[in-house]
């Protein structure tokens, strides 16, 4: 059973408008959340991360918001640029394990210029 | 060579070879990871090492066998694999502090297919 899930697998914006992706998770032990980015042929990259103490996380262009109430996390990137076009995973740790991490599916993102 | 890397880039293998698959980090990490990706399949974390102990199996088949002759170096060594395990296996390092979702940094994977 996955424990953290992303359901839309694909998402395609308009350069300049904004891009909104979503994650859901399931073991309320979760306390830490990443959003890793991932362009072909290449590894992924860590993008931004937020502690289950905070509820929103920002850099540049980049946001991540926490609900813990309802286990949902979204990243939102604005304004959207052809360059963020890449699959966008979602991974989630608990204090227990923090070597381990849980990822989602991934999301592939794609900016339409 | 900075970052994480990882040879070979692409490997064809038949179910009765063995082989292996290099991983090196740059980043004086003191831990190394290995990951498979299969086809819409969340990335799966398969082993993990802290100081060259492994810390995590997470019940992967013994066709598998990982190894961490020292902190910078990982090898996951490959044998009488099945066309299920067909799939990028990526390496990762992170700076093993232990503390609460510790950013890892991937390299490029191997893509590994198998005959």
């Known amino acids: 059973d996955q424990q953290v899930k992303q359901n839309s697998p694909s998402l395609s914006v308009q350069e300049g408008r904004i891009s909104i992706l979503n994650c859901d998770y399931t073991?309320?032990?979760?306390?830490?959340f990443l959003w890793y980015k991932k362009y072909p042929a290449e590894g992924p990259t860590f993008l931004i991360s937020i502690s289950s103490i905070k509820d929103k996380n920002e850099d540049g262009r980049f946001t991540v918001f926490l609900n813990k109430s309802a286990k949902h996390l979204s990243l939102h990137i604005v304004p959207s640029q052809p360059g963020d076009s890449a699959v966008y995973f979602c991974?989630?740790?608990?204090?227990?394990?923090?070597?381990?991490?849980?990822f989602g599916k991934g999301t592939k993102l794609t900016v339409n210029p | 060579e900075t970052g994480v890397t990882q040879t070979p880039r692409h490997l064809v293998m038949g179910m009765t070879n063995k082989k292996s698959l290099k991983c090196e980090q740059h980043?004086?990490?003191?831990?190394m990871y290995w990951y498979k990706q299969s086809a819409k399949k969340p990335l799966e974390l398969m082993f993990v090492?802290?100081?060259?102990?492994?810390?995590e199996n997470n019940s992967v088949p013994s066709r598998f066998s990982p190894e961490c002759p020292n902190s910078s170096h990982l090898f996951l060594h490959l044998h009488t694999l099945q066309p299920e395990d067909s799939a990028l296996y990526l390496c990762a390092s992170s700076q093993g502090t232990g503390a609460p979702g510790e950013t890892q940094y991937f390299g490029p994977g191997t893509r590994l297919l198998v005959l």
């Open positions: 073991n309320s032990m979760f306390d830490y």
């Open positions: 991974a989630a740790s608990d204090q227990g394990g923090s070597e381990k991490l849980v």
């Open positions: 980043l004086g990490h003191n831990a």
């Open positions: 090492y802290s100081l060259e102990e492994r810390v």
